[in-house]
């Protein structure tokens, strides 16, 4: 199925960010901080467009694989108490823009979001409304955990206002899903798929994972087969990643029943070649879109962007993040809001923006951050455009651009990253690797402690 060699698999099997921000978040510090951030939002000029993400951090499940910020909780109650203080936060950053913004896109994410009784999801939806100007064709959209979904719920996020949804899957397989302790049958997936289009949730994303537990190329297929025959407008395939010095309940996952590296590159292929074979167009590194869907117009269009969600279509400069552990950004920075609840809770409380660090992004970053980007959505650097849109860092900058990208062409024996007429190429065949060659062009990675994980 692939031409790669296990020594190939094993020389770019390094650990590296996935660049959903640039800088990544590991680099953010307590030097950004709640004024700094107050400053930027009174930046907003009337009429901008602005994206929001709420984190909802809690779950009825507590899957071993999962490596999101989110707790495990059978009680309504704290969910309840947490969405008091996500209005209060709403209304600390309503009042400071005012209604002068246009939100353009609303996600809700975590953790599970979809535990939101309907009653709640009408005041948060009243709080939203009360504290900001949504644009007519807002693009509001949600995670799901279909396991536990009822008609009630999903006329819920009909009522909301959804247009689009989530919907995790993981794989399909029993002996995986006892492995990560995550039961979902195909048959429950499937009535929540059809019970999203009937209420008029159209456009559905579903997100599964090759390297899991016990996952082999047979049980992949299946599980892929199943996955198309639901005709997702979206599917995103990634890869586990095995962070138990991070996440503690990943501890409970036996490692030797985790897929070798051979294995898992195996299954990364295989999952390109069906998804292709069925009609989806690559997108980046792990998305995979039907040709009429917005993701893959975007690619062809050149407007596709990389945010904390993954590839986006969203392209407003500023995002608001709000609940535990979100991340904001705006041109001056990254903000990224306190990641435990208790202390995210006591902030708000005290009417102060519950940011707990953040770093402010300079020209330089500017550019870097342009680079990766296109070598993440397109495996390339456009050098022409990098000049056009990047003149006023200097040359000096755009040089060393060059310098970095020059020496990687001359150190890839494999022939994997390019030299072409107008910049830059990695190769089809290098592009499993985009990580590691974006890598080269991050100034802060050798900052620093923070561990990744691994980049196939
Ligand atoms: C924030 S989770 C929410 C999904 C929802 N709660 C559910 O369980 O269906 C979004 C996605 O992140 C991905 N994810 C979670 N943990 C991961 C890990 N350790 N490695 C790779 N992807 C992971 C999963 O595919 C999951 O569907
Ligand atoms: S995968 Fe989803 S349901 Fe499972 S623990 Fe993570 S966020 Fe919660």
Redesign the pocket.
């Known amino acids: 199925m692939t031409n790669y060699s296990s020594a190939i698999i094993e020389k770019y099997a390094v650990n590296a960010p996935r660049y959903t921000s640039y800088p990544t978040a590991p680099h953010f510090s307590d030097g950004v901080g709640q004024e700094d951030y107050r400053c930027w939002l009174q930046a907003i000029e009337p009429g901008a467009g602005v994206s929001l993400y709420i984190h909802i951090p809690f779950?009825d499940r507590l899957?071993w694989?999962?490596?999101?910020h989110t707790k495990h909780t059978l009680k309504y109650q704290p969910v309840l108490d947490y969405l008091e203080v996500v209005y209060k936060e709403i209304r600390l950053v309503g009042d400071i823009i005012g209604k002068n913004a246009l939100i353009s896109q609303l996600h809700l994410?975590?953790?599970?979001p979809s535990m939101l009784m309907p009653e709640d999801l009408r005041k948060l939806k009243h709080c939203l409304q009360s504290n900001f100007q949504f644009s007519e064709d807002a693009e509001i959209s949600i995670?799901?955990?279909p396991s536990d979904l009822d008609e009630n719920m999903l006329s819920g996020f009909g009522e909301f206002g959804m247009n689009r949804a989530s919907?995790?899957v993981?794989d399909f397989s029993e002996e995986v899903q006892k492995a990560i302790n995550r039961p979902q049958s195909f048959e429950d997936t499937r009535s929540v798929v059809n019970g999203l289009r009937e209420i008029g949730i159209n456009s559905l994303n579903i997100?599964a994972?090759y390297g899991l537990p016990l996952q082999t190329l047979s049980g992949l297929r299946n599980t892929l087969e199943q996955v198309v025959s639901l005709s997702p407008d979206r599917i995103a395939m990634?890869?586990?990643?095995h962070v138990p010095w991070m996440k503690k309940h990943q501890q409970m996952i036996d490692e030797a029943s985790i897929p070798g590296l051979d294995a898992r590159f195996s299954q990364a292929r295989q999952a390109e070649e069906l998804l292709t074979e069925a009609g989806y167009q690559q997108i980046g590194i792990d998305h995979f879109a039907l040709p009429e869907d917005s993701l893959a117009r975007a690619l062809q269009e050149r407007t596709l962007k990389r945010n904390f969600q993954g590839y986006t279509t969203d392209n407003s400069q500023f995002l608001i993040g709000l609940g535990a552990s979100s991340i904001g950004k705006t041109p001056q920075g990254f903000v990224q809001n306190t990641p435990a609840t208790l202390s995210y809770t006591r902030q708000v409380e005290n009417g102060e923006l519950p940011i707990s660090r953040g770093i402010c992004i300079s020209p330089v970053d500017n550019l870097r951050s342009a680079v990766i980007e296109q070598l993440m959505c397109y495996f390339e650097i456009d050098f022409q455009w990098l000049e056009e849109n990047f003149s006023q860092t200097g040359t000096a900058e755009t040089d060393k651009i060059h310098d970095i990208a020059r020496k990687l062409v001359a150190g890839n024996e494999d022939g994997y990253f390019i030299e072409t007429k107008d910049g830059y190429v990695i190769t089809r065949q290098g592009r499993p690797f985009a990580r590691q060659f974006a890598a080269h062009f991050d100034e802060y990675l050798n900052h620093g402690s923070a561990r990744y994980s691994i980049a196939v």
Do not use: K, P, R, V
């Open positions: 779950c899957c694989f999962c490596g999101c994410g975590g953790g599970s995670e799901l955990d919907i995790g993981q997100d994972l990634f890869g586990y990643a």
